[in-house]
């Protein structure tokens, strides 16, 4: 493993899950203390030994999470300070608390109220105060994690906007994300880690001066960057990908669900969700796009019987009425993948077994007892048909990487021999090669007579693996496209509100 | 994680033999035949509650209404059968019916109206205590010895002979044996890691000295108690329905993660209410229990136990927040309490001492599960 970082540069680490990505950061941030492992760690040119995060923080080196350390119940300011409060006589001197807070919101370009509470403010804000906390410290190098992953695409935007300033300024980012298009708009050079390895160094468009200089990507790397995505792509998973998306469509079969004219109300009182109508055929893919908060995973939250209350109209799941708890919808042959899957997924202290058979386990029992070879048997062919990468059934879930996480759930929704199956961004935060698995999964489901509902924030994904596309737009559908008429321009009209554009 | 495991195992094992060292040397009567009956008969009520508090801490949630519940439940069966003279096995199963209704209320309550259990089970131990000093009218309700007749009384006076606890001890043995063996060939066929045949050798002998022994000391005195059979049935149903019923299962995926368990469809709400009902039955069971060993219904009765039973659980690798834990370790918390108390007890520790002694093993306790359950 070799990494060099220079001053003011955007380097980004891709890998698949399991790469060793993680485990290097942890090494950066002290997480791992020296004489943990081998080899050696400079910082201006001088060894550095770590023993704790604080040694590391003290070097000038900051890392921000992909879970957010933030307090919801304080203010911005109150966070922004969080543990170096200034004190005056003992006291916190609140003045200079939301006087500094000011002045670097500002010199971020960040209107943002230091008084605001932080628990109002949408994800790419906490981000955002998340990395100005990171460099009130005086840090010169900022290492970001997965940044983006909660992110809509204005956000991150901004974020990236804000990488490019920090560039300026001379700090040097360590860049990490599963997005490609996010790394090649903003990284200078790309480390590709493989299996605890890294593998190849890559420079991108911007190191060219006038590029990196101002900042911006001239159209004429465009190409270039095509070429230099398929070498990452290559490196990451250590063999040739030919299609990103393989989407294999069959001949669609009869409807199994059948939404018609459907209202619901949040859990705020609110009517979240209205006007809602769209069939699912047998052996079809529908996808569902739109930006954060459209009432996408609400949806298939409340088709499921987790969310909301239905105020109006009918959903049929093989042409009988359907409503109630979720178990009855698994009973029914409805099987939801919820986006979150740490929160809703998964037991992580529990074996990957357990997780496997929880929503089946019921249906595995012989006079009341669960039928342990049974049990087994179900789990251990799940496991090794989705290919698992784990010691085995009794290995603790949360000690898997986010790509094999995933599949614990997957492989527990598949348990449950479902008709319908929602996928609710199925391949958020999990590597190249585990994405192509899902994509190859989602082929088999629909091959084998079942139909899946996709929901995915990539317009990409969205166009390359679904056979018909619903784009959401506050609460409705905004306009709805088989595979040929979906165009990128198209489906974002219709998420925006466009409805004359969606034709 | 596995270090940690073992040391906690050994742990137990080493505060165990600390504390029947220090008696026994104190008060040579510890060890002696008499003592180890009563220290069963102590074990069995407080090891009985805890099983039944680790049906509601597994999935998170806690009851500080047991103790009081122990007194009601075991008062009402004593006003029943020794004032208004009703059969003991038709009174007892009426208090019991009540016991798990109230239960049954409690849990619901927990679940629909989404309040803390913690809040409602302390509403529990008040209202329950002064429902017990109604039904007694505080008065002492004595539970006399009722000869061969009175099923109540029998509870902690009734000893198996000696011919029928050897038969018992070789039953319990078999048993364990064949369900060990079981497993152990299922892992393998699973290509799990199994024991080395030597340790898995070792294991069984132990288990079966134990059990030799257990049945020696017992049959000294009288005999095995009958409590003692009834804490085995009660750890037998609740390690089965722990570790072998989808029920047990979704008592630490909710423990584990609630929100992943309502999208697993599991019925949370039905689980915990349920949970709460088969507390109900063990609180009644206990209450029986521990009134006839006191003597009579008097307004003290109950007192603490409650803590006494979560401070088992903790102390057994139970975790407070919910999803880890084993009936196994419960036995020995309660074991680690009883042992406890009794010896306090022999050396005629002051009251007051006690109920120092017990605070400081709760909170030593309490710290250790969170020193433990550090990642």
């Known amino acids: ?503 | 994680m596995d270090k940690k495991v073992v040391l906690r195992d050994f742990s137990l094992l080493i505060a165990l033999l600390l504390i029947g060292g220090f008696f026994s040397i104190m008060s040579p009567q510890f060890l002696g035949a008499r003592n180890l009956a009563m220290l069963m008969i102590e074990l069995s009520i407080t090891a009985t509650l805890a099983l039944g508090m680790i049906l509601v801490i597994l999935p998170g949630h806690i009851d500080l209404s047991v103790g009081s519940g122990v007194g009601l439940v075991g008062g009402i069966a004593s006003v029943l059968v020794f004032q208004q003279h009703w059969p003991s096995p038709l009174a007892m199963a009426l208090a019991a019916a009540f016991g798990i209704l109230l239960w049954l209320l409690m849990g619901w309550v927990i679940v629909r109206e989404r309040m803390p259990a913690f809040i409602i089970t302390l509403g529990g131990l008040l209202i329950f205590k002064g429902a017990f000093w109604l039904v007694i009218r505080n008065a002492t309700v004595p539970v006399a010895p009722g000869g061969t007749s009175n099923l109540y009384s029998l509870l902690t006076t009734y000893y198996l002979p000696s011919w029928g606890g050897a038969l018992l001890g070789l039953a319990v043995f078999a048993g364990l044996a064949a369900a060990k063996l079981r497993t152990v060939a299922r892992r393998k066929e699973y290509g799990f890691p199994v024991e080395e045949p030597e340790l898995l050798f070792l294991k069984l002998f132990l288990t079966g000295q134990g059990i030799l022994l257990f049945v020696v000391v017992m049959n000294q005195f009288r005999g095995i108690p009958l409590t003692a059979m009834v804490l085995g049935l009660v750890l037998l149903v609740v390690t089965v329905l722990t570790e072998h019923t989808p029920f047990g299962r979704y008592l630490y995926a909710i423990g584990g993660n609630e929100e992943a368990a309502v999208i697993s469809g599991i019925p949370v709400n039905r689980v915990i209410i349920g949970a709460y009902g088969i507390l109900g039955a063990i609180v009644a069971v206990t209450g029986f229990m521990q009134t006839a060993y006191s003597g009579a219904s008097t307004t003290t009765v109950g007192d603490l136990m409650e803590l006494d039973a979560i401070a088992a659980c903790v102390i057994g690798g139970v975790s407070l927040k919910g999803g880890r834990g084993t009936t196994l370790g419960v036995i020995f918390g309660a074991l680690i309490m009883a042992a406890l108390l009794n010896g306090m007890t022999l050396l005629a520790v002051s009251p007051e001492y006690k109920l120092i002694a017990r605070g400081a093993v709760l909170a030593l306790a309490v710290w250790m599960d969170v020193r433990l359950s550090r990642d």
């Open chain 1, 1 to 503: 493993m070799a990494f060099d970082l220079r001053p003011g540069e955007i380097h980004a680490l891709c890998g698949e899950n399991g790469a060793g990505k993680s485990t290097l950061i942890k090494l950066l941030s002290g997480i791992h203390p020296a004489g943990t492992y081998e080899g050696e760690l400079r910082v201006d040119g001088k060894g550095a030994r770590f023993a704790s995060v604080a040694d590391a923080e003290a070097a000038g080196i900051a890392v921000i999470y992909q879970e957010l350390a933030l307090v919801p119940e304080m203010t911005v300011a109150e966070n922004l300070f969080l543990g170096a409060e200034p004190t005056f006589g003992g006291l916190i001197d609140w003045s200079r608390v939301y006087r500094d807070s000011r002045v670097l919101l500002e010199r971020f370009g960040l209107r943002l109220d230091p008084y605001a509470r932080t628990a109002s403010l949408g994800m790419g804000h906490r981000q955002l105060i998340e990395i100005l906390k990171a460099l009130r410290k005086e840090s010169s190098i900022l290492i970001l994690d997965e940044p983006t992953a909660a992110l809509s695409e204005t956000e991150t935007a901004t974020l990236l906007d804000i990488l490019r300033d920090l560039r300026r300024r001379g700090i040097a980012c360590v860049y990490i994300s599963h997005r490609l298009d996010e790394v090649f708009a903003v990284a200078d050079r790309i480390t590709v880690l493989r299996d605890g390895s890294s593998v190849a160094t890559l420079e991108t468009a911007h190191t060219d001066k006038g590029a990196a200089l101002s900042g911006e990507r001239s159209t004429a790397c465009a190409s270039k960057d095509g070429a230099l995505m398929g070498a990452v792509i290559r490196h990451m998973v250590g063999r040739e990908i030919k299609d990103l998306f393989p989407r294999r469509a069959p001949a669609p079969g009869p409807v199994l669900l059948s939404v018609r004219g459907l209202a619901v109300r949040g859990p705020q009182g609110d009517t979240a969700l209205d006007d809602i109508s769209f069939d699912v055929h047998a052996g079809e893919v529908v996808g569902l796009g739109g930006l954060m908060g459209s009432g996408r995973s609400e949806l298939l939250m409340h088709l499921f019987g987790a969310w909301g209350t239905r105020l109006r109209g009918g959903v049929e799941l093989g042409g009988t009425p359907l409503s109630g708890s979720p178990g009855d919808a698994l009973r029914r042959g409805l099987a939801l993948v919820t986006e979150d899957r740490k929160r809703y997924g998964l037991v992580l202290e529990q074996s990957v077994g357990f997780n496997l058979s929880l929503s089946s386990i019921a249906g595995l029992t012989r006079r009341g007892l669960i039928d342990g070879p049974r049990e087994h048997r179900a789990s251990q062919e799940i496991f090794e048909s989705l290919r698992v990468k784990a010691p085995g059934l009794e290995a603790r879930v949360g000690s898997l990487s986010g790509g094999n996480q995933q599949k614990v759930v997957l492989g527990k929704a598949l348990l449950t021999g479902p008709k319908v199956i929602f996928l609710d961004e199925p391949t958020r935060g999990i590597d190249v090669g585990a994405k192509l698995e899902v994509y190859e999964l989602i082929n088999r489901l629909s091959e084998a007579g079942k139909a899946v509902v996709l929901v995915s924030s990539e317009l990409p994904e969205l166009m390359g693996m679904s056979d018909r596309i619903l784009m959401f737009h506050e609460g409705s559908v905004g306009g709805s496209f088989t595979r040929a008429e979906a165009t990128q321009e198209r489906l974002m009209a219709a998420a925006m509100g466009h409805a004359a554009a969606a034709g």
